[in-house]
């Protein structure tokens, strides 16, 4: 049982340059959750999808996109990486998104952009 | 929007000792919960305990306890018999229970140092 997993765990882009942040889980969990992490700030929200087939913006998704590929799987994408999104960015999943419902992480994403 | 404050950036506590770590919250809902994350150098995010507001007894997980003052929005967290491997950063964080006050708002974290 893997839990969450997430790819890559590091990552250098330059200025411009796009990738996409692979999550999976294999809980059947519906909800799932982009987070980044600076220092001092605590875990911000990205995007989130509450169930399969949605998606919602968290409290910082400009320069972001995701797509809920299907009820396993979301991805973050930059499309030009900015300075700024250097960040730790982790992907979580819950049972639902509401109640007692606890997060379930994955291991982290560290990327740097030059 | 909600706000979640950890107003002690490090805390440090002896081995054996117990450790009280503060945790406050802003919100006009009565109906949320409340849970302790801990992240140690590994980076992996666990949770430590939670809480749901309507619940008067303070949550319990070993040598994990909460003090949850709801009229004081106030969710501290007690670590007694410190062990070394609980040195960790740890982070409290709010649900509400509607709308987009339902996604987990994080505090900025206490760092733990665990002296031997």
């Known amino acids: 049982n893997a839990g969450v997993t997430q790819t890559p765990k590091f990552q250098v882009l330059k200025t411009g340059q796009s990738m996409t942040l692979q999550c999976a889980q294999d809980?059947?969990?519906?909800?799932m959750y982009w987070y980044r992490q600076d220092p001092g700030m605590g875990l911000r929200l990205i995007y989130y999808?509450?169930?399969?087939?949605?998606?919602d913006k968290g409290e910082v998704p400009n320069g972001y996109n995701v797509s809920r590929l299907n009820k396993r799987e979301f991805s973050l994408r930059l499309e030009s990486a900015a300075p700024s999104q250097t960040s730790v960015y982790f992907c979580?999943?819950?049972?639902?998104?509401?109640?007692?419902?606890?997060?379930?992480f994955g291991n982290g994403t560290r990327l740097t952009v030059t | 929007a909600q706000t979640v404050t950890q107003s002690q950036p490090e805390m440090s506590v002896q081995e054996a000792e117990t450790v009280t770590l503060s945790c406050t919250y802003d919100t006009s809902e009565s109906d949320y919960y409340l849970f302790w994350y801990k992240q140690p150098p590994s980076r992996q995010m666990i949770l430590v305990i939670r809480?749901?507001?309507?619940?008067?007894q303070n949550a319990t997980e070993n040598r994990f306890s909460v003090n949850f003052q709801k009229a004081a929005k106030s969710f501290s967290l007690k670590i007694s018999d410190s062990q070394l491997g609980d040195a960790a950063m740890y982070f409290c964080?709010?649900?509400?229970?509607?709308?987009?006050?339902?996604?987990?708002?994080f505090g900025s974290g206490t760092q733990l140092t665990v002296l031997p």
């Open positions: 979580a999943s819950s049972e639902w998104d509401r109640n007692n419902s606890p997060l379930h």
């Open positions: 964080a709010y649900r509400g229970s509607s709308g987009s006050a339902r996604q987990l708002t």
């Open positions: 809480q749901e507001a309507y619940k008067q």
């Open positions: 809980m059947n969990h519906n909800s």
């Open positions: 999808s509450a169930s399969e087939g949605t998606t």
